[in-house]
């Protein structure tokens, strides 16, 4: 099982461990109940944009099977679940409510609640309602004002039933990967629409607030945000690694805490900037009650005159930018760099994102660097004035096998175990650290890789939709059961 020192504050009950999801990652019956469609179904069968071609159709099923995954959830003996409501499920086009999307969640919220579990649900979890993407998505303000609305319509109905509100999870993915890269839904590779697409994304976060806490008063409210600390490859990279954390991180925390964009960012990309109204830090920068941290890995740059351009950023550019201006042209990787580092260039983009030889990496292909997580926390809590921070995300993605009935996923487990005692030290440093959730409960739909990739803690057979628990979540198992009997 897991082990923590003695007098780890992860052995205490009072921390919350739990495992995460997201609605359009599990649930499929996409085509049931009045759902309207999504971004990501559309994305997903424009050709070349997602793995084979994959898509959340049917997914895990969850819609259907949620009373087996809740038993299952509560098998593992976890205190929480981390769920995410689908926005296209409970709005009409009509702009009418769909008291049938309402009554799936209240269906899988009483089965939560009969086992005990808090919830924390997500309001947007990148399944925007295709009809908004028509009227503009995320580059139409509007679209912030119809979040609100919806968030209204959800806590009014389920209140402080649900104990944790995230209104948006990861908007560095839905702004950038969706509208400034483009290789997720709706797949826009434009700068300046990256950048507005982030603008409205935390207006609707801050539209949201207020109509949270008046809605579910007894119930906590907050955001999600991803951060993959930027390290520099040496000394002369360490302003590149400073300005990329600025662009990816601080980007979206200083907004959100202290009311302001980075100026160096700010700044360098002026002619992208979006209108900021006079109101709109005030409403973006409105008061949480828990910051929600999810970490994977960390990323490695070095200043933009150097380096070999990394893989990742390869991939990027291969489905969006230079995909765009070279057509159906196939490009070798050198000539991608080449034509990479012109366009950076151009742009004068301070650094290059770098692949370090040599280190252990997940399945998709991150770096495994515990330590990454550790200085992230610490380095946070010391440049802010942050509210209590839950670790919503953490995992890795492996390539499991089931072998004689089980899956023994040694890289996971022990991902798990160093990352978790990184969140334990942190809160010996003084990070008010009070719960974790494992990315994921089971392995599911990974967006632009399909199902290709497995996050879970639990092995989905997408055949015949058995779930099998892996070696990793039979730790959690163990140690959450010890826990439970005060044998730590
Ligand atoms: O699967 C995703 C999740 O939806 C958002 N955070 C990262 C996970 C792994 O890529």
Redesign the pocket.
Known sequence: MYKFPKDSKLNKPEFLFGVAT?SY?IEGATNVDERCPSIWDTFCAKPGAVYKQHNGDVACNHYNLYQQDVDLISSLGVDAYRLSIAWPRIIKTDGSVNQKGLDFYDRLISALEEKNITIMATLY?WDLPQYLEDKGGWLNRETSVKFAEYTDVVSSYFGDRISFYVTL??PW?SAYHGYRYGIHAPGIADEKSGFLACHNLLLAHGMAMPILRKNASNSKHGIVL?FTPNYPVDDSSIEAAQFADDEHSHWFLKPLIDGKYPESVYNHFLDVMPVIESTDMQIISEKIDFLGV?F?SRSMVSNARQGKVSDTILQKLDRAEIRMQESNDVLDDDTKAEKLQKLMNQKGIHYNSVDLEEVERTHIGWEVHPEALLKLLTDLNQTYQLPPIYIT?NGAAVDDQLVGGKIDDEQRYRYYQNHLSMVDQAIKLGVDIRGYFA??LMDNF??AEGYKMR?GIVYVDYETQTRTLKRSAIKFQEFLNARKQGLL
């Open positions: 997201a990652q979890h999870n990861e993915c991803n999810n994977y995300e990315w994921s990974e967006w996050f």
